[in-house]
């Protein structure tokens, strides 16, 4: 089993930025390759990014390349989404994820989940 906490959403105005954090506990964390997934209201929960489980392979959505970066820290059990020029679209319930799998961009993909942090986005 591997734990996952999410933490750092939040309201942030269009063009500003934020810092997503994930925590994970239990099995080796990095046995493992990490996804951001993020879920808005009466839509699917959709790939963000992920990193293999050495970190020198990343893969993003359209929608966030360049502006999005992900990146983990084996030594601390941590990933994160650094998020810059954010905008409205963005807005979500965001979800970290463990895998099995490199490069997996569908959830089914994914062994392991956390509970999510809302970031919303303003006009």
């Known amino acids: 089993q591997v734990q996952l906490v999410e933490s750092g959403g939040g309201l942030v105005q269009a063009g500003g930025s934020l810092r997503l954090s994930c925590a994970a506990s239990?099995?080796?964390?990095?046995?493992?390759?990490m996804g951001w997934f993020r879920q808005a209201p009466g839509k699917e929960r959709e790939f963000v990014a992920a990193?293999?489980?050495?970190?020198?392979?990343?893969y993003y959505a359209d929608s966030v390349k360049g502006r999005f970066t992900i990146s983990r820290d084996n030594g601390k059990n941590m990933m994160y989404l650094q998020m810059n020029d954010l905008k409205p679209e963005d807005t979500a319930v965001y979800h970290c994820?463990?895998?099995?799998?490199?490069?997996?961009?569908?959830?089914?993909?994914?062994?392991?989940w956390g509970q999510g942090t809302q970031v919303t986005v303003s006009s």
């Open positions: 994820a463990a895998s099995r799998l490199v490069g997996v961009r569908s959830p089914s993909g994914y062994d392991y």
């Open positions: 239990g099995r080796t964390f990095s046995n493992y390759a």
């Open positions: 990193i293999r489980w050495s970190g020198d392979n990343r």
